[in-house]
Each structure stands twice: as structure tokens, then as C-alpha cells.
């Protein structure tokens, strides 16, 4: 179910996800045998309608609502819960119309807290009604349980669709034209041995097979990373895709592609790799932050092929040898 | 070695160092005999220019003899006299092959840090910022030298290092100037700064037919050099306004095309420098674009609009609708130097030209940080510092 959400923005495969999320009712779809109990975009859409509803009455109607839920004279102002009511009904069209719904199901949750916070206060108020106010409190408090849940559940699909196999992944993609013919570039790119040579962690690669091939790299933090690949498709000239075996320590696969660019101006290489960092997102957002972005890096060891092929050396100055231009 | 340190704003000084050494195959060695104090290199003096750091070595206008070369450098040998052009150029890639070797792919190692900037990255340059390659510069006893079989001139025995010299940088910045301007019989080309690149766009500007070439300057002792080594007419904008004169020098049409030889620390009298020079001080704007507003302004409609001066950053209040609705052509580039050294070396054996009439001051290598300060305020007549390792 998970896969849903890579499913949303891939044309055909997302209509069929859609019509079936239309046919029958959130709740009872939630709770159907075989499938994982909780549907975050089900479950979010129903918030979203919910979210419209509310909001429409707090707009339209604030002193009724606020009688029902214990809440009488001025605190809050009818003035409050209308503008509630604009916040209500801007999360709910948000959640209803976005691609991505999870950032508008947080407000959601923003939103219930603010709730919550005016419901606090309305306890200290003389003229409230205790006893409706808590059964009212107690339902904010379990949408905002359920709203948390959900957002949660849509960020971490929000991931999925950005093209990962799975929610732990990191994807990186980068592209590069050089001025050489692709039976030249795939021929060194094949040959793993070569890869040390530009790519700046890798520091030795054993061919063990006719496709696989042992890798020895510099890790986070001084650390060396080993894995064995293992090439999944060859096609001479234009394509290598590669995954690595069980029991590697950075799981990843990846592919090269090699096309002629338009107009006999060289070969576009395009790189597309898939990690699934030990800890997953929280390792890959660590790991970002202390500098080894995985898209940097793979571009940065792009410039060092092209350099390679098409002036027979990787380009260095002082300053990247000795840490200062002398 | 002793080199010319960049050690902070307005503090150079020259250390010792270590000597360079042959990281690749297609490097060269080359002992310096003859440096150059560049007007660019006062924007690195003044701040103006990101990413350097404290001990950088630089210069980039140098040439001298070959002491070393790697494997791959078959058309160089030892003792060859070579002139080194500025941008460091693979020869290769698909921009070089294009001839716009100032915007090679592959020279620059900290390619990130310009595209951060400027979107793409340009070449490499010598003793230009890391953001620039991060490559020691050429104001010292030696230099190493990266692709060293594409950018190094020889030069022939019977030419001078100080008629040789300018081929790494200004000769050909200010010809390439004037090469922009497209100029076609008849034509009066306005030359904003006379300093040496800008004196080298005038008399390019006369050499590729040029009927007028116009000056613009605020010091006297520049123009008048201009006046009577080149044969320019002078405007002082401290004295006229400028459109105005323009205007009135063309017939109320305007120059045909405006090369800006300033760039990104032009000066303008009264108020409009404090507002800039604020601007720029706190960072709402990197260059100042005086000199480039006004040949924007001052341009004949459908003419060309040269900008050979350095801008690093942005500017402010720059008259797009004049160029918009005049139809204007603004070109501009850092200087493709191993494109024109050749053809320009040819110029200098014929006699057509003599670049080192830009010479004011020849100091020992040991006085760059004198030489900085001269060229820097003007003194003593200063237009170019030579330096002699």
C-alpha cells in the first residue's frame, strides 16, 4: 500500500489509484482484511472534507458553534473562530487539491495545537460550559493524534515519490556532456577498475566476476565502506545498471546511461543512484549536514570523468592538494 | 621561492614559499622572468572578489622560461621562452573547441563554487580565488603551469619580454574589446577608463578601423597619455557630462559601440557614488556599474555595448529598457587569450604594435606590495608595475 505514492504522479498507474480511492467509504476501506489498516491518503482525504466542513461552520456559524462545544460570550471572540474557520478551509482545499497534501496536513496539525491552546483558555473563562468544553477538548485531541499520524505518513510517502524503491532511500541524479563518443566512455566506465580514478571515495575496485566487482571506499568520519556490486543490464554504448549484493555496508543501485547529444555535440552520461543509507533518512539528513550530500558528490566525480576522458587527467590545483593555493 | 602573497584586504606581501611542483602529465614548470601588476588584481588588493584566502600567490600576467614539463607536454621543452595566457585552458572540451577557451569545462577544480555564483563555472585562472581554481599565481620566482602544450606562447629571441609580456592578458582583453565592437568603416568607438586595458582597446579600436576612438577617464595624466601615444580624443568626466559630450561628438547619434574597460569599481562624481558605494558596503550590491550605465545610455541606437572590465557579482539599476528598446548588443567575456596570442604576437613582429607603452614602473619582484600601493592610488603617474623576480 506504501507504493501508493509513487504511484500519484505516474500518469496511467496514478488514475487507477485514484478511482479506486473514490469507490467506497474511507472507513470501511481503512479497516478491509489484506490491506494495511491505515491508508494515510484516505484517511487524508476524509481530514480534508473534514477540515472544509469545520471550517465553513466556524465562518459561517461561530456563536452556535461555540455554544455547542461549552463556549459562551466572548472568549474566544466570534471574530477568532472565523478567522479559524479561513485557516480550516484553507488546510482542508489544500489537503482535497495538492499533489503533495503533507505539508497542508501539518497545518492540520499547527492548527490543532492552536485549537487546543483557545480550548485551554476557554476553561478559565466564568460562562463556559466544563462539561461540553472537555468532550469537545477530547475530540481535538484525538484529530490531532490522527492528523500528526497522518502527516506523518504522507511526508514519509512524499519521499517514496520522489522516486526511491523505499521510504529509507536517497536518490541522486546528475547529467554531464562530454566531447567523446560513447563507445569510448562505456568502455571506461566498464572497465570498474577505472572508477578510482574519478570517483573521489572509491579507492579500489577488484573485478570478481564477469559482473561483479568488489568496492573498498572512504566512508562518513574516517570510516571504509565494502560492498560487492554485481551488473544487472549491459547494453554496449548506452547502458550499465548495477545493484549491490546482500550484506553491503551502503546499499544502493545505480545506473549510467550513454546518448549521443543533439546534434553529433558529444555524449550526454546521465547517473542515476539509489542509497539506502544504514539508518536510513535520518543517517541521509546527518549525513548531509556534515557535507556528504550524495548529488554533490556524484556530480563533483562526473567532472572528474569528463576530465579524464577528454583531457586525459583529473584537473588539480594546489589549493585542493595542499588546502591552500601555495 | 619568494611569491606576492595576497594576505588580506590591502595586505600583500611577499614570503617565502614553497616551490611548485609537476602534478600532471600535461604541466609545466616555467621560471618567471617578467610579472604583472593587473587592474583586476586590485580587486582582489580591494576585497571586492570572494573566496580568497590569507597566503594565496598572486598574478596572472607572467611569462618566463620553461624549466620543467611533464610527460604529456611534447611541443615545450626546457629553456623555452613562453608567455602563459591568464585563463587556464584544456584545449579540448566542447567551449574550448569553440575558441572560448576563458569558459573551459575542465580547468576549474572548485567548479561548485562558481556555479553557485554564476550558474555555470568559467575557466580556471591563475592567482584568481579559490572560486576561480584555487592555481598559485604568477607574481613570484615560479610557476606551475596546467596544460602547459595549449596555453603557453613561445616567443621568438628577437621579441623583448616587456613587448612579449601582455600577450597573457591585457593586449588581448582590450583587443578583444574592440574585436566585440564589430567595427565597421566609419565608425567612433567610446572607450570608458584609460588605464591599460582600456589604452589597449583604443589603439586595437584603430588597428581594426575605427575612424574616432574616444576616451573617457577622470585622470588627467591617463588621457593625456592616451591622447598623445594613441592619438584618442579625451573626456574627463569629472569635468563634462558625459552623455552630453558623447552626444554632441556624434552628431546627436551617439558612438557606434561603448567598450567598458572599468568594471566593477568605476568611480562617478556627486551623489550617485555614495548611494553605490553604501549599497556595495553592505552588501545590497556587489559591483558598481557606473562606467557600464553610461555607455548603456550613451550608446547609438542598434549599436554594441563591449564589456571587457570584471564584474564579479550584481549590479543595481542596470537600464535594461535601453538596451530593450534600442535594440542593443551587450557582449562581454573574460578574455580568450589562446585565441588571439597568436595573431597579436604577429601584429607585435610586424611592428604594428608595441605593447610595452603601457610600461610606467619596473620594481624587483621583493616591491610588489610597493607597486600594489602605486598603481593602487594613482601615484606617481602610475599606469602599469612591471616586476622582475
Known sequence: ?326 | MKATCWMDKGDVRVQDVPEPKILNDRDAIVKITTTAICGSDLHLYNGFVPTMKSGDILGHEFMGEVMETGRGVKNLKTGDRVVVPFPIACGACAQCRRGLHSTCENTNPNAWMAEKLWGYSPAGIFGYSHMLGGYPGGQAEYARVPFADVGPLKIPAGISDEKALFLSDIYPTGYMGADMCNIQRGDTIAVWGAGPVGQFAMKSAQLLGAERVIAIDRFPYRLRMAHERIGVETLNYDEVDIYDALRDLTGGRGPDACIDAVGLESHVSGPLFAYDRVKQAIGLESDRPYALRQAIMACRSGGIVSVIGVYGGFVDKFPMGAIVNRSLTLKSGQCHVQRYMKPLLERIEKGEIDPSFVISHRLPLDEAPRGYEMFLNKEDDCLKVVLKP
Open chain 1, 1 to 326: 500500500m506504501a507504493m501508493q505514492g509513487t504511484q500519484r504522479s505516474a500518469g496511467v498507474v496514478s488514475l487507477a489509484g485514484r478511482r479506486d480511492r473514490r469507490d467506497g467509504g474511507w472507513l470501511a476501506r481503512m479497516s478491509r482484511p489484506g490491506e494495511e489498516r491505515f491508508d494515510p491518503q484516505r484517511v487524508g482525504t476524509a481530514l480534508g472534507w473534514f477540515s472544509v466542513g469545520l471550517g465553513l461552520a466556524e465562518l459561517l456559524a461561530p456563536v452556535p458553534l461555540l455554544r455547542a462545544i461549552g463556549l459562551k460570550g466572548r472568549s474566544p471572540s466570534p471574530l477568532v473562530t472565523r478567522m479559524a474557520g479561513v485557516r480550516e478551509l484553507g488546510a482542508g482545499v489544500g489537503i482535497l487539491t495538492e499533489p503533495r497534501p503533507a505539508r497542508w496536513m501539518w497545518s492540520r496539525v499547527f492548527g490543532d495545537v492552536m485549537d487546543l491552546a483557545l480550548l485551554g483558555a476557554g476553561f478559565a473563562a466564568r460562562r463556559a460550559n466544563r462539561k461540553r468544553l472537555a468532550v469537545a477538548t477530547a475530540a481535538v485531541v484525538g484529530v490531532t493524534a490522527l492528523d500528526a499520524l497522518c502527516a506523518q505518513r504522507l511526508t514519509a510517502m512524499t519521499r517514496v515519490s520522489a522516486g526511491s524503491p523505499d521510504a529509507r532511500s536517497v536518490r541522486a541524479r546528475k547529467r554531464i556532456t562530454l566531447d567523446r563518443p560513447a563507445d569510448a566512455l562505456y568502455r571506461f566506465w566498464r572497465d570498474f577498475t577505472n572508477h578510482p580514478k574519478f570517483m573521489e571515495r572509491v579507492e579500489t575496485v577488484q573485478v570478481t566476476g564477469e559482473r561483479r566487482s568488489h568496492w573498498r571506499a572512504r566512508g562518513p568520519a574516517g570510516t571504509t565502506v565494502e560492498w560487492d556490486s554485481e551488473v544487472t543490464e549491459e547494453r554496449p554504448n548506452e547502458l550499465i545498471a548495477w545493484r549491490t549484493l546482500p550484506g553491503a555496508s551502503i546499499e544502493h543501485t545505480g545506473s549510467v546511461r550513454f546518448e549521443p547529444a543533439p546534434g553529433g555535440r558529444g555524449t550526454v552520461v546521465t547517473v542515476e543512484m539509489q542509497y539506502s543509507p544504514p539508518g536510513g533518512a535520518i543517517t541521509a539528513a546527518a549525513a548531509k549536514m556534515l557535507g556528504y550530500a550524495p548529488e554533490q558528490q556524484l556530480q563533483e566525480d562526473l567532472r572528474r570523468f569528463k576530465q579524464l576522458m577528454e583531457t586525459g587527467e583529473v584537473v588539480v590545483s594546489e589549493a585542493g592538494t595542499q588546502g591552500g593555493a601555495r
